[in-house]
T-cell receptor, first 114, second 114 residues
Framework: AQSVSQHNHHVILSEAASLELGCNYSYGGTVNLFWYVQYPGQHLQLLLKYFSGDPLVKGIKGFEAEFIKSKFSFNLRKPSVQWSDTAEYFC????????????FGQGTTLQVKP | NAGVTQTPKFQVLKTGQSMTLQCAQDMNHEYMSWYRQDPGMGLRLIHYSVGAGITDQGEVPNGYNVSRSTTEDFPLRLLSAAPSQTSVYFCASLRGQGLTGELFFGEGSRLTVL
C-alpha cells in the first residue's frame, strides 16, 4: 500500500531563512506527487505537482520541489521564507491514473517569525 | 465561479444522530472525493466517485455513506454519529486525469460529535 511520510511536524523559522520540508513516499510504481498548503482558516491549495519530466518542479510563491526517485523523496524548498508562508504543508501522492485518490502525509506546520 | 461548495461549515451532533454533509461543484468535474483531516494524521480518504452513479471506498469508509446521482453533487452521510467522527471534512473534485490532475478543495466542514 502507498504511504507518505513527512519528517518534520513543526518547523519554526525566522523571516529570510531557507526552508526545506522532507517528504518520502513508498510506492514501487509510477507516482504523481503533490505539495498542498493550508493557510490558517483556509482550504487546501496546490503549491506544485510532479508527474514526469524535469525532477525539479517550480510552483507558486517561490516554492520548488525535487523528485529523487532513488531516495523516494519529494522535498519542498524555498530559499527565503516570509511571514505569510506560515501555514500547514502537506505532501501527497497518487498512482499514475491520478483519479483523485491522494495519500497524504501527516502535515508540517510552518511558523515564520517576523 | 464558486468551485467546490460545502455545507454546513460547522455542526455539532449528539452520539447516534445522523446527518448529511453537502458538497457541490460547478466545474463539471468527473471525480469527487471526501477526506477527513485529523491532527497529526493529515488527510485520509473516506469515499470517492469517478462519475455519476459510481462510488467506491477509500481508506476510512466505516460509518459513512455516499451517493452520486449527479455530476455536481456528492453528499456524505453519517449514519449514526460517534465521537471518533469528530473531525474536519473536506470535499474535493479533480479535473480529468493526466497532467492537469489538480484537486480543488472546499472550505471544509467542522463536525463535533458529543
Amino acid at each position: 500500500a502507498q504511504s507518505v511520510s513527512q519528517h518534520n511536524h513543526h518547523v519554526i523559522l525566522s523571516e529570510a531563512a531557507s526552508l526545506e520540508l522532507g517528504c518520502n513516499y513508498s510506492y514501487g510504481g509510477t507516482v504523481n506527487l503533490f505539495w498542498y498548503v493550508q493557510y490558517p482558516g483556509q482550504h487546501l491549495q496546490l503549491l506544485l505537482k510532479y508527474f514526469s519530466g524535469d525532477p525539479l518542479v517550480k510552483g507558486i510563491k517561490g516554492f520548488e520541489a525535487e523528485f529523487i526517485k532513488s531516495k523516494f523523496s519529494f522535498n519542498l524548498r524555498k530559499p527565503s521564507v516570509q511571514w505569510s508562508d506560515t501555514a500547514e504543508y502537506f505532501c501527497a501522492s497518487s498512482g499514475s491514473s491520478n483519479t483523485g485518490k491522494l495519500i497524504f502525509g501527516q502535515g508540517t506546520t510552518l511558523q515564520v517569525k517576523p | 465561479n464558486a468551485g467546490v461548495t460545502q455545507t454546513p461549515k460547522f455542526q455539532v451532533l449528539k452520539t447516534g444522530q445522523s446527518m448529511t454533509l453537502q458538497c457541490a461543484q460547478d466545474m463539471n468535474h468527473e471525480y469527487m472525493s471526501w477526506y477527513r483531516q485529523d491532527p497529526g494524521m493529515g488527510l485520509r480518504l473516506i469515499h470517492y466517485s469517478v462519475g455519476a452513479g459510481i462510488t467506491d471506498q477509500g481508506e476510512v469508509p466505516n460509518g459513512y455513506n455516499v451517493s452520486r446521482s449527479t455530476t455536481e453533487d456528492f453528499p456524505l452521510r453519517l449514519l449514526s454519529a460517534a465521537p471518533s467522527q469528530t473531525s474536519v471534512y473536506f470535499c474535493a473534485s479533480l479535473r480529468g486525469q493526466g497532467l492537469t490532475g489538480e484537486l480543488f478543495f472546499g472550505e471544509g466542514s467542522r463536525l463535533t460529535v458529543l
